[in-house]
Each structure stands twice: as structure tokens, then as C-alpha cells.
């Protein structure tokens, strides 16, 4: 399950990712915003589907999440803030390929207003598709993460 | 300003020169590792770090973290209350402004592999610089953020 979740700046693209994401065959939700509101805030975006995708890794059930905003920088650090996410960064499909593969990312932030939309859609492809490497050494990091999380 | 940095094999080099920088522009740097080139080294331990000591004084110090893509790096940054760590790895400049203008990131994590070092120098600069807007509805969504934290983030 994909998870979605866009402030204003990230409404209009959003609107396409559905029709991408439709096409391509994923399923999704649609956490909001529901409409074009100028002053909605991206950290409730960011905490609906950060929110959605651990319940949904919890059960055991491959989840991941796309969230939108203009730069793609604030709704990851609001999104990095819960525990068990990993969230990236992507206007490159080389380094956000590299990140899943290294760092197991779990949520996809793209920055609408530096990314064509061409440029958004291989990189939600390519993110989508990545897998983690699984390699002990990447294991070993992502435990430290844990427990700092649980520190 | 204080400027705690860290990074692990992947951005010891970089590392390196960023103190030389650093200490050139009138800061005081404080080195948490890597000390030595040792592929085996973890960034989460060097990350953490700095974030640690960012998140005791996010407003009046900044980190700056070096890994591959950087993301895991500010993954782990993120962590800390009151850390707000933004990638960059190249792309506009505007990237960094926004990060620092609407985001107020306190700590800069930079992808060593997709930057050459007089990009990474200037943007540092400019990421140093600029200071952040402080309007309110950044404010708000600061605030918002810190109460995901309180509710759903790091334990201490």
C-alpha cells in the first residue's frame, strides 16, 4: 500500500501521482490534503502518512509513503520525527535509488517546485521499485538508528 | 557561531577540508569523528552525535553532517528533538536558502558522492548565512513539528 500525503504546494502533483500511481498498478490512499487550502501546514501531511505506513509496516504488510511539498525538506524532517520512518529527500533517482538500497527508506518526499514533472515520476518510480540491500553492514546501521529511537 | 561536525569513511576527506573552512570564516568547530579512515564505521554513531549536541542548543549552534546521499545521516539527525536536519546533494541553490529561510534546519547533512568540493564549500557558506525567515506560519509549522515529537518521536 502507498500511502500520500501533499500541503498546497504539493496539491496539483499529487493529483498526478494518483493517476501514475493508478496506472502503474499500485494501491493507495490518499491521506490529504483533500482539497487546495493555501495556508494547510505540511507537518499534518507528513504525520497522517508517516503514521499510516508504520501501522501498516507493523501488520507485517509492505507499506511505503510519498509526501509533496514544495522544497520536499520540512515534510521530511516532520516525517523523520516518528519512529520507524525513514524518510528521504529525492530530486535525484541515482541517490534516492543508493538511500533505499543503503537505508531502507520508507517514505519519499518530492520537492514539487524544483522537479518537473517527468523528473517526479522516475524518481516515484524508482523509489517504488528499489529494494533494500539487506547487507549485514546496512542491518547493523539501521539497528543503531533503533535504538537511538528507543534511547 | 559553534559548528559540531561528523561523518563517517564516506566523508572523512570532505571532512577534512570543512574544518579548514570553517575555522577560516570565524567559527568554532567541534570535530565528533570520524578521526580515522575506517570503512567499517557506522554514521549513525557519528550523526547522532552532533545531533546530541545540536538538540541542546538547537538555536545557537548548527551541525553539518557528511555521508553518501546524506539521507541517512539526517535520517538520524531528525531523531533529536528540535534537530531539524535538510539533505542536499545538489540541485538549486534554493535548496539551501528554503531549507534554512522556511525550515529553520540546524543541521546541514550533505551528499558526498553527488557533490564536488567547491560546491559543497559554497553552499556550506550560503547555508551559514542565511538566516531564517521567522515568519509565522513557519513558526506554526515548527510548532507542529515539535509535537509529533513530543507524541510519537525519540524517547528522550
Redesign the interface.
Known sequence: MIYLGADHRGFSLKVKVKQWLADWGYEYIDMGNTELKL?D????F??AV??AVILRQAQGQDSRGVLIC??G??I???A????G?????G??P??IS??VN??D?NILAV?A??LSDDKSQEIIKVFLNAKFSGEE?HL??LK??QA???? | MKIYIGTDHKGFRIKEKLKVWLNDWGHEVEDFGAFGLNPDDDYPDFASKVAEKVSENPDSTRGIVVGATGEGEAIVANKFRNVRASVYYGGPEEIIVLSRDHSDANVLSLGVLFLDQETIKKMVKLWLEKPFSGTERHRRRMAKIKEIEDHHGKAS
Open positions: 495556508d501546514d505540511y507537518p499534518d507528513a504525520a508517516a503514521k514544495g522544497s525538506i520540512g521530511a524532517i516532520a523523520n520525527k516518528i519512529k520512518i525513514r524518510a528521504g529527500t530530486t535525484d541515482k541517490q543508493a538511500a543503503d537505508e527508506l520537492p517546485d524544483y553492514r547493523r546501521r543503531i538508528i537511538i529511537e528507543n534511547g
